[in-house]
């Protein structure tokens, strides 16, 4: 399958601890997005990288959550200090630069669950 | 600033009865809108796509949607409902001239086909 890997599928921690999510793109996409979704929400945009550069962050992303991709390949997402209100889906999408037909594909998402 | 409404949480239809599931925008600019599709435990699937080259736009799945610029909307509608609709579909929205994937989300609605 050559889609959208996310891992782990689920993450239980407790609050307080420090939780790593990675994200794997389809390998010649050079766009990559983090998403979160809380129950009964749409998906909220929180970052955006073009190859290795964060060109966008949202103000949803505190100072508690990191974002990288180091080579312009997979990315991590990483949330210091979890608190319960950082439950929810996190979902990695990319895409192919096409310009006037930009295209997402998702991966099915990380579920974190903070105690 | 962009948004979409989706003015229907939960939507139940019969197999084989039509489907409408309804969504109003807001957008300073001419915006692209889009619906994607959530069957759980699965990444959001793109639907369908309106980027102004036609008002009627068809996508995947017998699904088709019209963009109506006088009422702002862009409903989607289906003319015969299978079993294997049954998911949470979302309306989107990207504001006109952003030249990557920064969705802006509907609320969701979650569609069920009864028997």
């Known amino acids: 399958d050559t889609g959208v890997s996310q891992n782990p599928r689920h993450k239980i921690t407790k609050r307080g601890q420090n939780v790593t999510f990675r994200c794997d793109p389809i390998?010649?996409?050079?766009?990559l997005y983090w998403y979160r979704q809380t129950l009964g929400q749409g998906p909220e945009f929180l970052t955006y990288?073009?190859?290795?550069?964060?060109?966008?962050k949202s103000r949803l992303l505190s100072d508690r959550f990191s974002a990288e991709r180091p080579k312009g390949s997979f990315s991590t997402l990483e949330i210091q200090r979890t608190e319960q209100g950082d439950s929810a889906m996190y979902l990695c999408a990319s895409s192919r630069r096409e310009p006037g037909d930009e295209k997402l594909f998702f991966g099915s998402g990380t579920q974190l669950s903070v105690l | 600033a962009q948004s979409v409404t989706q003015l229907d949480s939960h939507v139940s239809v019969s197999e084989g009865t039509p489907v409408l599931l309804r969504c109003n925008y807001s957008?300073?600019?001419?915006?692209?809108l889009f619906w994607y599709v959530q069957h759980p435990n699965k990444g959001l699937q793109l639907l369908l796509k309106?980027?102004?080259?036609?008002?009627l736009v068809k996508g995947i799945n017998g699904f088709e949607a019209e963009f109506k610029k006088s009422e702002t909307s862009f409903h989607l509608t289906k003319p015969s409902a299978h079993m294997s609709d049954a998911a949470e579909y979302f309306c989107?929205?990207?504001?006109?001239?952003?030249?990557?994937?920064?969705?802006?989300f509907g609320q969701g609605t979650i569609l069920t086909v009864h028997p």
């Open positions: 989107v929205v990207i504001r006109g001239g952003t030249s990557y994937g920064k969705l802006t």
């Open positions: 390998s010649e996409h050079n766009r």
């Open positions: 990288f073009q190859n290795e550069a964060q060109l966008e």
């Open positions: 957008s300073s600019y001419s915006p692209s």
């Open positions: 309106y980027t102004s080259a036609a008002t």
